[in-house]
């Protein structure tokens, strides 16, 4: 692999129909299975695997590592570089009190709007339709299990938050019996707490958009975002300091954003950094964003993307662009973003620097904006030799970070997944 270029790691360019889908996923390299596209979401695991989700109910795994027996996700056996069905239509979901469903009834992943790994490679994903947030799970457990559950097998599906009735919760709510209200997008911390987006529904006209935060820790003092205290398993709202009269208007008001007083503005896409600190978006109009950042971290010096100061539990504006198709959030803070104006790759920097910056860039300056790779036409190339500046993806919707140097990234009509090596970008 040399850097600059872009290769395909899964799919061929041709999205897969749903007569075909399984006889094609079933072996063989990733890189010539027919996807059936749309790609919905994309993240990874500590392994360094790529997991993503698509329109046709599927959860999928690019294999990372080569594996003879009692693999990753309960699986018999891995190939590095070969493409696997982690759950389909015919999976069950285990739900609270019992009660358990169908991926194929529920269309659950295909519905799902968010999707992130724990520290130990779990794969938690979001059900807006259904009100829940569920867990496929890459251990096995029989007593103090993750986020309070009593047990848990390698390669099964339990429901972690929700009970299906839409409405609204309290601080404290314990996750099985919290009312959600359209779950979306999804980050988890080094200890495994998940923040996401929901709606805090009161009536059928009334419904105010929130950040929640299920936590997998007991904490007494000093708890992340300045919350008093935290019970595994409970659901706390984020952004008011605990205020359970919680307003993402009147909260969001305070990080100075250059949207008008009176615009209701919604929370979409989340991302946790290496200190705890959490990314999220905003959108107001029709093409316009903004990115926070809620301060897990004092700070009075140097702090991230150029900001004065930082304090616990405060929210900050990092920056006010074009809305953001997705972003994340790399080993070190940086963020790289989908710009949905051009769907160039971009970089959003989190320190000045002068020497061995990100992505082999010469130099970058704290809160500047950096275009990673050009997505010059709407045009698809199989061929790997082009190098980044001319090579065609159609739109890509998802961006992940897999090392220092590279990323992944989706072509969202086509149904590919690549693997993109920068080396200084383009500007």
């Given amino acids: 692999m040399k850097q600059g270029f872009i290769y395909t790691v899964a799919g061929d360019g041709r999205p897969g129909a749903s007569s075909d889908y399984l006889s094609q996923y079933v072996s063989g390299a990733a890189s010539i299975n027919s996807i ?6 994309v993240t990874k695991n500590s392994n360094g695997d790529v997991i993503f989700s698509d329109q046709n109910n599927y959860l999928l795994m690019i294999s990372n590592e080569n594996c003879i027996s009692q693999c990753t996700y309960g699986l018999p056996s891995v190939k590095k570089g ?24 529920s269309g659950v992943l295909a519905r799902s709007s968010g999707l992130a790994t724990d520290p130990v490679g779990n794969i938690i994903f979001a059900e807006p339709y259904l009100n829940q947030i569920a867990l496929f799970s890459n251990q096995n457990c029989n007593s103090a299990c993750p986020y309070n559950l009593k047990s848990m097998v390698k390669g099964s599906i339990y429901v972690i938050a929700g009970n299906e009735i839409q409405g609204q919760f309290l601080n404290g709510t314990s996750g ?17 707490d998940i923040a996401f987006t929901t709606n805090q529904t009161y009536d059928s006209k009334s419904s105010v958009p929130v950040i929640s935060l299920l936590s997998n ?27 359970e009269n919680y307003s993402a208007v009147l909260s969001f008001q305070q990080a100075n954003l250059s ?7 919604y929370p979409s896409e989340v991302a946790f950094d290496n200190l705890g600190n959490l990314y999220f978006e905003v959108q107001y109009g029709s093409n316009k964003s903004d990115l926070l950042v809620e301060s897990n971290i004092n700070c009075n010096v140097n702090c991230p993307f150029g900001l004065q100061y930082m304090k616990v539990g405060s929210i900050y504006n990092v920056s006010s662009r074009p809305i953001y198709k997705d972003f994340t959030v790399d080993a070190v803070g940086n963020i790289i973003f989908v710009n949905s104006s051009t769907g160039n790759i971009q970089l ?5 620097c002068s020497l061995r910056c990100a992505f082999g860039l010469k130099k970058t300056v704290a809160g500047a904006t950096y275009t990673l790779v050009k997505i010059e036409e709407t045009a698809l190339s199989n061929d790997p030799s082009n190098a980044c500046s001319k090579y065609h993806i159609c739109l890509p919707k998802n961006v992940l970070v897999i090392s220092s140097n590279s990323l992944i990234l989706d072509d969202q009509f086509q149904g590919v997944v690549y693997q993109v090596n920068i080396s200084g970008g383009f500007n």
Avoid: W
């Fill in 217 to 243: 820790i007991n904490c007494e003092f000093s708890c992340p975002f300045g919350l008093k205290e935290m019970k595994q398993d409970d659901i706390y709202l984020i952004g008011e300091e605990g205020n």
């Fill in 176 to 192: 099985s019996a919290a009312r959600l209200s359209n779950p979306g997008s999804i980050s988890v911390d080094k200890y495994g």
């Fill in 259 to 265: 949207s008008s007083s009176n615009t209701v503005i």
């Fill in 82 to 105: 070969s493409l696997y069905v982690l759950a389909n239509s015919s999976s069950t979901v285990i739900g609270q009190h019992g009660v358990n469903y169908s991926f194929g009834i």
């Fill in 36 to 41: 059936a596209g749309p790609i919905l979401n």
């Fill in 348 to 352: 959003l920097t989190r320190t000045t």
